[in-house]
């Protein structure tokens, strides 16, 4: 067989691979908390408490009235008011397009998330290609992005980090071919274009992705290229600053820092009052924050991710402190063009990390200092990782032996990460364990089937009082369930709904010849996720 046309089935073979492992089971569990908050936003046009005036318990109201256009300016409120002030703006939109294209279904809005990492890994073979790398060790790169499992599970997930992670790498995507260009080779005005426009994507997919802009200017005053190139940046960098600027300044961005400070007040109120909960909400103590750290950092890497599981943490940060002395042993080995790429990498890596780290020590919790907040530079890791077997495959025959056995039981370890992961048991990077399908659009066809003229629909009111915003903590009525329900409601509908503050956990339908039928009954909160 033609070597081209073998390179090519294997392409293909990985993509499709990619894909199955993406959308396996992508439907089947409910969407959870945030989730439900992505999918309001963007669908509903409303956060998770908004709308309190359209259904307060002494009136009526429709679905009719619930999809009725509110205007810009009751989008901006929702955005404000939900999703750490309009943090998520492209995802939104995204979510928004794809379910007026093929219907509000969990594998709909999940498939934003698939699409989006999907474009990442065809975006890394296509800068490994670009890296001279020779086409066996680009699709190298695609295998492993393929089977990571940080991807794999969020991309069933539907919300902002894959489209970030994509965006993020985009830019940084482009950063490195403007950068890396030889004197009197400077880049095309629209190179510079193209990476702004990535910049812009970033940021408007999630705020942490400055970081990754701050980077990359860090890596410019170390590695000053010429002034041509560096002058286009800068003004390049003023049609990411404007819209990113106005936005922050007159638009919902504004109220980030105090959803921030509000967020972590509670994190530290809940704390106080209630203990910690193992994996999520942690005092920062060193033992915590370091924990952390070696979790995020290894997970970088094929060659560290999850050894700290295997063998605990301490172990795991030695066995982390000798793989980055190997690293450095073979960086300097390195031409100083080759090498410049995976200095930035690590650069790319490691500043979310120490910006979280501060992060945590200030706000006194744990709580925000996960990998999918510093996953922008995941993409770098492997890279490093398969430009370090590259090395290795060049050393003693005992040495590559060893290499493989252990890359292939590091991709053992990988399946055995992302197989909880389609029947929703407890998994690496999540903590939904144990759900069933969505039960809200099932409510909804429920009572489309069997409404008749003259029922009402009666909204159970169930204070969830976990760590809600201020904004929510005023409000003496709990509408999620009939916003949720409501979502999977036609427009056209006109069923009469109230709430009832009496009922907690049941949907009820009351007709006048005295009929009262139990739609659902959500056993205490059981079937809310």
């Not at 070597?3 to 969407?31: D, E, P, T």
């Not at 499992?149 to 993020?168: D, E, G, H, K």
């Not at 290229?225 to 960098?237: C, F």
């Not at 009082?465 to 409601?489: C, I, M, P, R």
Request: proline letters at 3%; a positive charge.
């Amino acid at each position: 067989m033609n070597k081209k046309y073998f390179q090519l089935i294997v392409f293909i073979s990985l993509f499709i691979l990619a894909f199955v492992l993406r959308v396996h089971h992508i439907g089947n569990f409910g969407l959870f908390g945030d989730e439900k908050q992505s999918v309001l936003i963007a669908v509903g046009n409303t956060n998770i408490g908004g709308m309190v005036e359209l259904m307060r318990p002494d009136i009526t109201f429709t679905p009719s009235d619930f999809w009725a256009p509110r205007g810009i300016q009751a989008w901006l409120k929702a955005d404000a008011s939900g999703d750490v002030s309009g943090n998520s703006l492209l995802h939104d939109m995204a979510l928004k397009f794809s379910s007026f294209l093929f219907g509000k279904s969990d594998a709909v809005f999940r498939g934003v998330s698939v699409l989006f990492n999907l474009l990442t890994l065809l975006l890394l073979y296509i800068w490994a290609k670009r890296l001279k790398w020779e086409i066996n060790w680009a699709l190298a790169v695609l295998a492993i992005a393929s089977i990571e499992p940080f991807f794999v599970i969020f991309s069933q997930q539907a919300r902002n980090y894959t489209m970030s992670l994509f965006f993020a790498t985009l830019s940084n995507y482009y950063y490195w071919i403007i950068i890396s260009k030889k004197e009197g080779l400077a880049p095309k005005n629209s190179y510079y274009l193209a990476w702004a426009f990535a910049s812009i994507g970033a940021l408007f997919s999630t705020y942490l992705t400055a970081l990754v802009l701050i980077g990359q200017l860090i890596f410019l005053f170390f590695h000053w290229p010429q002034w041509n190139i560096t002058k286009r940046l800068l003004m390049a960098s003023v049609v990411i600053l404007i819209p990113f600027g106005l936005w922050m300044t007159f638009g919902p961005g504004q109220y980030f820092l105090i959803y921030q400070a509000d967020a972590a007040q509670q994190y530290r109120d809940y704390l106080q009052n209630h203990g910690e909960i193992p994996g999520w909400i942690e005092a920062s103590t060193p033992s915590t924050l370091f924990k952390k750290v070696v979790s995020i950092i290894s997970d970088q890497f094929i060659w560290t991710n999850d050894l700290y599981v295997s063998y605990g943490y301490k172990i795991g940060a030695i066995l982390f402190v000798l793989f980055g002395l190997v690293v450095r042993n073979w960086l300097a080995k390195l031409a100083k063009e080759e090498r410049k790429f995976y200095v930035f990498g690590f650069l790319q890596i490691t500043l979310p990390v120490i910006v979280l780290f501060i992060s945590a020590i200030k706000a006194e919790t744990t709580t925000g200092f996960f990998l999918r907040y510093a996953s922008f530079g995941l993409p770098f890791g492997l890279f490093i990782s398969l430009g370090l077997l590259k090395h290795l495959l060049k050393q003693h025959i005992w040495v590559q032996i060893i290499c493989v056995i252990f890359l292939v039981s590091q991709v053992f370890t990988f399946f055995k990460l992302i197989m909880p992961l389609y029947s929703d048991q407890k998994q690496k990077y999540s903590f939904s364990v144990c759900r069933e399908e969505n039960p809200y659009p099932i409510i909804a066809k429920k009572i489309q089937s069997i409404y008749q003229p003259g029922d009402t629909i009666f909204y159970p009111s169930r204070f969830n009082n976990f760590l809600e915003s201020k904004e929510l903590k005023k409000l003496k009525v709990d509408v999620a369930d009939a916003q949720l329900v409501n979502l999977y409601l036609s427009p056209q509908d006109q069923f009469i709904q109230k709430i009832n503050l009496l009922n907690k956990d049941s949907i009820l339908i009351r007709g006048k010849n005295g009929r009262r039928l139990l739609i659902f009954d959500f056993k205490n909160g059981i079937y809310r996720y």
